[in-house]
């Protein structure tokens, strides 16, 4: 039986022999070997993911004998998983879907049934005519589809979907054939992820290196979470919580601020994404510090250090106060803070 992979915890899941008169010994005459398998799943909560009842029969050329019902008895801890129900008809119960994997034929369900309450499912299954069933590898009979109980956990957490004991087969003339073995089911179920990030690129005009903008995240201005941009001008913010909307502001001396509200985080590894914007040049005059406005202030300022390498009035950073830093100035002209990101 091939090993089975679990998302944060490899567990070795061991071969049951189930407490009815169940062996697991050779096949003989009229005896296949059988065996129950419950598929493993990872379950995030918020979501769901399904798992599988599997049937395999192993007979011997000599003699075999037709399996023609499957009867499956489960338990589960329901302070962990749900299920949900196949059909939403709540007239009928919580079911589950039926699979004809093993079964070609018309298929008669004697039971399908889950207890959420109780963390019991019930399914029972006969084929009435179609290919007689001799042998079979994990062929599925039916698929669970969990969702979390409760709070998603700060911890991962492991729990088992487990074969009881009344499960059983049928041969076409209602005589048992034993369920020698079972394969409990494993469900991972992640930590919950509670926190989320914001990304995207920031160009300061009239320059190469994008690097050194301070980007800051928060809420009502009060802005906890920073960044600084890296040559290309990309920057990431992460810590974020998720299931709210924050606000982005980007800045850097002699620039005017851009900023984007309502930006919203969700949980998992896709960060939020800002387009990128341009900071727009030629704030520079100190009032005590730049006011979001390019105007006779900054201009003049400007042009009382053209020539020098008065670092507040370097507009691009390029070490000297010269005509480009005017320029820029001088086309932003009247322009207001903070700009605005875009959508």
């Known amino acids: 039986m091939k090993g089975k992979k679990v998302v944060f915890t490899l567990m070795a899941v061991a071969l049951l022999v189930l407490p009815t008169a169940m062996t697991a010994s050779a096949a003989g005459p009229g005896d296949p070997d059988t065996t129950i398998t419950i598929t493993d799943a990872t379950l995030e909560c918020g979501s769901t993911a399904t798992s599988q009842i599997r049937v395999t029969i192993a007979n011997q050329a000599t003699d075999p004998k037709e399996v023609r019902g499957v009867e499956v008895h489960l338990g589960f801890d ?10 939403g008809d709540s007239g009928n ?21 889950v ?7 019930v399914f029972a299954m006969a084929q009435s005519d179609g290919t007689p069933v001799l042998n079979a590898t994990e062929k599925a009979i039916a698929t669970i589809t969990w969702e979390c109980a409760g709070e ?17 087969m049928s041969d076409p003339d ?28 920031v160009s300061p005009q009239g320059r190469y290196d994008f690097s050194g903008v ?4 928060g809420a009502y201005e009060a802005f906890a979470f920073e960044a600084y941009t890296d040559a290309s001008g990309y920057f990431k913010l992460e810590g974020l919580g998720v299931g709210s909307t924050w606000e982005v502001m980007a800045e850097m001396s002699g620039y005017l601020d851009a900023a984007a509200s309502g930006v919203e985080v969700v949980a998992g590894e896709q960060c939020a994404f800002l387009n990128t914007t341009t900071l727009w040049g030629g704030d520079v005059a100190p009032q005590p510090e730049p006011d979001n406005l390019i105007d006779i202030l900054d201009v003049s300022y400007l042009g009382a250090n053209f020539g020098t390498t008065e670092a507040t009035a370097d507009v691009n950073g390029d070490g000297v106060v010269n005509i480009l830093d005017l320029t820029v100035a001088a086309a932003n002209f009247g322009m207001t803070g903070p700009t605005l990101w875009p959508a």
Not at 152 to 168: I, Q
Not at 214 to 217: E, F, G, L, P, S
């Open 152 to 168: 998603c956990p700060e911890e991962p957490v492991t729990t088992e979907v487990t074969v009881t004991g009344n499960t059983l």
């Open 214 to 217: 301070h980007v800051m995240a």
């Open 93 to 113: 119960g919580v079911q589950l879907t039926v699979e004809s994997g093993l079964f070609d034929g018309d298929l008669r369900i004697g039971q399908n049934l």
């Open 174 to 201: 209602g005589y048992p054939v034993v369920a020698d073995c079972a394969v409990n089911g494993t469900i991972a179920i992640p930590a919950c992820v509670t926190t989320g990030c914001i990304e995207g690129y």
């Open 115 to 121: 207890d959420n309450a109780a963390g019991t499912i």
């Open 78 to 87: 329901p302070a962990k998983l749900q299920v949900v129900d196949a059909d």
